[in-house]
């Protein structure tokens, strides 16, 4: 099976927030540089998954 770019991204960003969230907020700024993933480019695929889950 092969994602896109931004849907690994995502799935990676996903993982990190149940990863490291304990129960509280996490900032995109904080999973990015976990993650090696430019925050502008994260929030784009944030945007998107918003967008398709309500």
């Given at each position: ?29 904080s ?24």
């Amino acid at each position: 099976m092969r994602f896109s770019t931004k849907g690994r991204y995502g799935l990676r960003a996903m993982i990190d927030l149940a990863v490291y969230s304990n129960g509280e907020h996490v900032t995109l700024a904080s999973i990015a540089e976990r993650q090696g993933i430019s925050t502008n480019y994260l929030e784009q695929v944030f945007s998107t998954l918003e967008n398709r889950a309500g």
